[in-house]
């Protein structure tokens, strides 16, 4: 025990020291982030490789421990090993983050350099262990594994957009697994988790608001990852996937954030690695929260999921169901407070009917460019239009085209308001579609113009131009 403390505590002050040290030169180096108004809250341009205090900090407690005179220092050197081979994964996340902070690199280089390294982790022993026979290994434990540890890196990347938001969740995912560590008795991981503590800690006193410092891409990318591979380690003694339950509560609030930006973007059609305003942070900020108040409060929300995480561990996987259910009902609650509007959208569409309508709306709408595609005449197009126009509820389609007219209304027994859109072919060819105002929003309706706007530039001449007039318009224009 007093190893483990003694290694948190050199960690600690190694942190205090390095960290400024670093700052201060980078910052003199002109690698800082600035501000924008829009993503960044800080006023100045702040210093943003703080993960290399973090980085030398850690790798030198965990040097420092094994020269002093413990009596455990026979089974850190028999550890040793292990621990070398994770340090090189780690290696491999931190220089892909330090060399984005420095150079920037693009989105699936950044992917590679992390996948590189989960690989290199899953060899050296750090891996799932669900199913005991040796083809599982192959097809489920190494992709499980991989995905595990890069979408940890990568939550810890997403959510580190607020002063010490993302040292402060990852203080208390750590201390949550060497909690887990002490009660399993687990010396290894203790003595892996407790420097990462001890690191963290240090490093919030300079990147609590206001920040002099910021984590940057290889301080979060490390540390989540890190925590991804001491989250597998937590949960090897399982066969089962119940058995990464607690570490996966441990992290849940970084995780769930960017399952948030996943989905979002997936809904809203946007580049997945894009970067928006739409975190969880950037939602408490924008209902009128303090930046401190902000990380507070997740910090709370870590805490809860930290309580829920010993908890599940301490019971060994029983009422698993239902703390996994407490946890989403708590989750659900939230996300109803930060008014996500591609969520309630989705909500609505499935609610009011709106999705099969839209469903309906666009076969409809291949339905009509099919029957178009296959028309020859200019007449034959007009009396697919004629139908297209019944069938989407227009009141009246007008066609100017060619020195011809073509004109058709529909049902206008009674006047009402209208709305008239227009499509130009040229100079002075055009077709009208008039629409009552009462009726319901037509989805798509930039397809449907477009589909007849292509099909009428192909058109021949009509052989008879004096087409006629089939119904004047008698309903009221406003």
């Not at 982790?121 to 891996?127: K, P, S």
């Not at 026979?133 to 959510?159: E, R």
């Not at 197009?381 to 069938?391: F, K």
Request: aromatic content about 10%.
């Amino acid at each position: 025990m007093y190893l483990i403390l003694t290694s948190g505590l050199i960690a600690f002050l190694l942190s205090l020291v390095l960290t400024p040290v670093t700052r201060d030169i980078f910052g003199k180096l002109g690698i800082v982030d600035h501000p924008d108004a829009i993503r960044k809250f800080h006023t100045r341009p702040i210093p943003r490789v703080g993960g290399i205090a973090i980085a030398v900090s850690y790798v030198l407690a965990l040097a420092l421990v094994l020269f002093l005179p413990f009596s455990y220092g026979s089974e850190i050197q028999g550890f040793a090993p292990s621990v070398l081979r994770l340090f090189c994964a780690a290696a491999i996340v931190f220089a892909t983050g330090l060399f984005d902070d420095l150079v920037g690199y693009r989105p699936w280089q950044k992917l590679a350099g992390q996948v590189w390294a989960a690989l290199l982790a899953y060899l050296g022993g750090v891996q799932t262990h669900v199913g005991a026979s040796q083809s599982w290994n192959v097809v489920w434990n190494l992709p499980l594994s991989i995905l595990w540890m890069v979408g940890c890196a990568n939550a810890f990347n997403l959510i580190d957009g607020l002063d010490g938001l993302a040292a402060g969740v990852g203080l208390f995912a750590t201390l949550t697994t060497l909690v887990a560590a002490l009660l399993d008795h687990n010396l290894h991981l203790a003595l892996v988790t407790m420097p990462l503590a001890g690191c963290l800690a240090g490093f919030l006193r300079y990147n609590f608001n206001p920040a002099s410092v910021f984590l940057g891409d290889s301080g979060s990318l490390l540390v989540g990852f890190l925590l991804g591979c001491y989250g597998l380690i937590w949960g090897q003694h399982s066969v089962t996937l119940l058995g990464l339950t607690a570490p996966l509560l441990a992290i849940s609030i970084p995780l769930l954030d960017t399952t948030l930006a996943v989905f979002r973007r997936f809904l809203r059609d946007r580049p997945i690695f894009a970067a928006d305003c739409g975190h969880i942070h950037h939602k408490l900020l924008a209902r009128g929260l303090t930046v401190r108040r902000t990380a507070l409060l997740m910090y709370a929300s870590c805490g809860f999921a930290a309580a829920l995480s010993l908890l599940a561990h301490a019971l060994k996987n029983e009422l698993t169901g239902l703390i996994i259910l407490l946890f989403c009902v708590a989750a659900w609650i939230g996300i109803q407070h930060l008014g996500y509007t591609e969520f309630a959208t989705v909500r609505q569409l499935f609610l009011k009917r709106s999705f099969r309508r839209i469903i309906d709306t666009q076969s409809l709408l291949q339905e009509f460019e099919k029957d178009l595609l296959a028309t020859g005449s200019l007449h034959e197009v007009w009396a697919v239009i004629v139908r297209g126009a019944a069938t989407f509820h227009f009141a009246s389609v007008r066609l100017c085209i060619r020195g011809a007219v073509f004109e058709q209304t529909f049902n206008s027994s009674t006047p009402e308001p209208m709305w008239e859109m227009r499509l130009p072919l040229s100079s002075n060819e055009y077709i009208n579609f008039r629409r009552a105002v009462s009726s319901e929003p037509l989805p798509f309706v930039g397809n449907f113009l477009h589909i007849i706007h292509h099909r009428l530039a192909a058109c021949p001449e009509p052989q008879d131009i004096y087409a006629p007039v089939l119904k004047p318009v008698t309903s009221v224009q406003t």
